[in-house]
């Protein structure tokens, strides 16, 4: 078997003197899409940073496509990981062409020029992303929904082994949040391994091979989502009461979380 694209081995991270993660380990292959789920707090976002190498573990190591992430210089874990943060904030006015085109510069030499593919790479970010009729729109114009997409185009326009995406449908309406899950989905089967933060549940269920269930820093399950989405583990990470059934349109769990009230008759 060959290794995984992505390798986590008793990861922990202690910022502040507070530790945010605890001897967690997890991996993702090639064509596999893993979903990171938790509550607010779980350390989904600072596990994505500590594998791109943004924050440094206090012991244990994060391996992408063969290389150790802290042995490698910002360039050239570019060329091996690229991020969809949660945050939407583009500085200055460039425009969306040239905030997308920044996705290939850890490919392009210092004093060198974008080649062919470079240019392919892009165009063929903005189209899949829709973004071509905003292709020469200042991105600081856009909307914060335009602007995650402009992320996500830079972001498959970088075109590295490993994908991270950090709540990327949480500034989306619905129907551009199912198309950008569509389209990592559709990334991820055409030879890419990507691990993504997901707040929906029906969400992670829908599109993810496997999941990881992050509180308090640590995994309290990993799996399939119909193995992982039960109303005990639910119970155990969200501290709430659900209904776990099977969507007969898209034959995953589903989701339904209760209120502790009764409802009156």
Known sequence: MSNPVLA?????????????????????????????????????????????????????????????????????????????????????????????????????????????????????????????????RPVTDLSGGERQRVLLARALAQDTPLLLLDEPTANLDINHAIKTLDLVRSTVDDGTAAVAAIHDLNHAARYCDRLVVLADGAIVAAGSPTSVLTEETLKQAFDARTVVSEDTTTESPRVTALSDNPVDD
């Open 8 to 136: 986590v081995d008793d990861l922990s991270v202690d910022l502040g003197g507070t530790e945010i993660l605890s001897d967690v380990s997890m991996t993702a292959e090639t064509g596999e899409l893993v979903g990171l789920i938790g509550p607010n707090g779980a350390g989904k976002t600072t596990l994505l940073r500590a594998i791109r190498g943004s924050v440094q573990p206090t012991r244990g190591t994060v391996t992408v496509d063969g290389q150790r992430v802290d042995g490698l210089s910002a360039r050239e874990i570019g060329r091996l990981v690229a991020t969809v943060p949660q945050e939407t904030r583009l500085s200055f006015s460039f425009s969306v062409e040239q905030a997308v085109a920044m996705g290939r510069n850890p490919h392009i030499s210092r004093f060198g020029t974008a080649s062919e593919t470079d240019r392919k790479l892009v165009a063929d970010a903005i189209a899949e992303t829709e973004l071509s009729t905003f292709r020469e």
